[in-house]
């Protein structure tokens, strides 16, 4: 007799080094740190379910994002829970533990071999490259300039776009142009920040991945003034759009001891 299966769902929350986590109050794995989420309601979508179960548990409202793995659990009674756990951008609200969850923290990845997390977590994390350390700025620095092109993940977008950038040193960041007659960036406009992703040309796989601030280039600023001319050179083209100059800096380390940010999201792969 096949074993009955239960869909559920869960949210990755990550924020550079942080990923946040509850503390489930109830069996199974009473006492273990999880990630949010829980099991999908009748007439419900993947979706409407991960709102709704991270709102319970931690008070935040989240637009779900891309999925990034599956795992089958087993559960009280013979059945099997179906997890699947998607990447997510926290929009609003303040974090609170509730609903099955007891605690609800911030962590970094660095700290996770230390917890008692649920069976098969840590696992899973690995394997899906999100319980990796963020890298450094020497590694972030040395792999950008000398790549060609990175790919680009804007929070709530499915699918990373490639983009043709200059790194400049200093200030140590990655310089593109986009909007009208330039490269499609969809979303980076209005994002705070992205993950960039780094192809290895030797593996065609990922050499690094980092989270980026996005801030716009004034125009006419002596920023602006002195990035124009090299990012139009490299470029072979004098005719940029004046209001699509973008910076992406590196994002600083945050070892855990500072103030728990209120949003996170994780990079998706280029395409093979």
């Known amino acids: ?80 829970l179906v997890i699947r756990d998607y990447a997510a951008t926290i929009t609003g609200g303040t974090l609170a533990a509730g609903d099955d ?10 700290e996770l071999h230390s917890l008692p997390l649920s069976t098969g977590l840590l696992e899973a994390l690995n394997d899906w490259g999100v319980a990796e350390a963020v890298p450094s700025r020497a590694l972030v620095a040395g792999a950008t300039r000398r790549a060609g092109v990175i790919w680009l993940t804007v929070p709530g977008r499915a699918r990373a776009y490639p983009a043709w950038h200059l790194w400049r040193d200093p200030p140590g960041a990655a310089y593109l142009v986009t909007g009208p007659g ?4 969809p979303g ?28 716009r280039v004034e125009p006419g600023s002596t920023e602006w003034d002195e990035v124009i001319g090299p990012l139009a050179a490299a470029r072979l083209n004098a005719e940029l759009c004046p209001d699509a100059v973008y910076r992406l800096s590196p994002r600083p380390i945050d070892g855990g001891t500072g103030p728990r940010p209120t949003g996170g999201f994780r990079g998706v792969a280029p395409p093979d």
Request: glycine content about 12%; some cysteine.
């Open 1 to 80: 007799m096949p074993q009955p299966r239960i869909p559920c769902v869960g949210a990755i929350l990550t924020d550079g080094e942080l990923i946040l986590l509850i503390r489930r109050g109830h069996e199974p794995e009473a006492g273990r740190w999880s990630l949010p989420g829980g099991r999908i309601e009748p007439g419900e979508t993947d979706q409407q379910a991960l709102v709704r179960e991270v709102r319970e548990e931690t008070g935040l409202e989240v637009a779900p994002g891309p999925l990034v793995g599956a795992v089958n659990r087993p559960a009280p009674g013979g059945r099997v």
């Open 188 to 215: 980076l406009a209005g994002a705070v920040r992205v993950a960039v992703t780094v192809p290895s040309k030797e593996s065609r796989g990922t050499l690094v991945t980092w989270t980026a601030e996005v801030s």
């Open 101 to 110: 969850a007891d605690d609800a923290r911030w962590f970094s990845v660095r």
């Open 182 to 185: 330039e490269q499609p960036l």
